[in-house]
């Protein structure tokens, strides 16, 4: 759990003036921002509850920048024609459990599990997407930025990442369809 002097990194990092510039840039975007693929509308609380599930997952599983598909020399199987049926059985269920075994997730991976669970769908996941990388371009000044390139730079940390989504989740709320505070809706 993160305490209160990381509220005051984000808020020095990621700004109500950089969250308006996002919102201004969301308001001008050609794209709609809050729509995703299903053509429905999402509200800024549930994507900003999708938000803050995939910065709880990275909290308790841990942030990798990038990540590796490539396998150890350990997980090298024997030719299939020598295997048995229950040793091929407990090789894909091995493989399964590594692949799906909590462990440290990218910014995608974080937001891509998040919309499997109950705080999240392919909609809100997208929209997101969409939030984070105007956040980004609001701070950065750049208008083709992304946010998971943002994540995945050398220099980026955990608290970064986690920062960015706490932002995020501030902005959805602030500006996304269904705030009530909202200065203009995005």
């Known amino acids: 759990m993160r305490d209160n002097t990381h509220e005051t990194t984000c808020a020095a990092v990621f700004t109500d003036e950089v969250l308006s510039r996002a919102a201004e840039l969301a308001r001008d975007s050609y794209q709609p921002v809050w729509t995703g693929a299903s ?5 800024g609380e549930s994507v900003a509850r999708h938000l803050e599930a995939a910065a709880a997952l990275l909290e308790t599983d841990g ?6 598909y ?3 020399a350990s997980t090298k199987l024997p030719a299939i024609e020598s295997m048995s049926t229950q040793a091929m059985v407990r090789e894909v269920l091995r ?4 692949e799906t075994a909590p462990g440290p997730r990218t910014l995608s991976v974080a937001l891509d599990h998040t919309a499997r669970g109950e705080d999240g769908d392919t909609d809100t996941r997208d929209v997101a997407y969409q939030v984070l990388n105007r956040v980004v371009r609001a701070l950065t000044g750049h208008d083709q930025a ?3 390139a943002w994540t995945e730079r050398l220099h980026r940390t955990r608290e970064d990442v986690l920062d960015l989504l706490a932002a995020g989740a501030r902005f959805a709320r602030t500006y ?11």
């Open 39 to 43: 053509g429905e509308e999402s509200t």
């Open 63 to 68: 942030w990798t920048r990038t990540s590796t």
């Open 70 to 72: 490539t396998s150890p």
């Open 95 to 98: 493989a399964i459990r590594e």
């Open 146 to 148: 992304h946010a998971t």
């Open 176 to 186: 996304g369809p269904g705030a009530t505070a909202a200065p203009e809706a995005a």
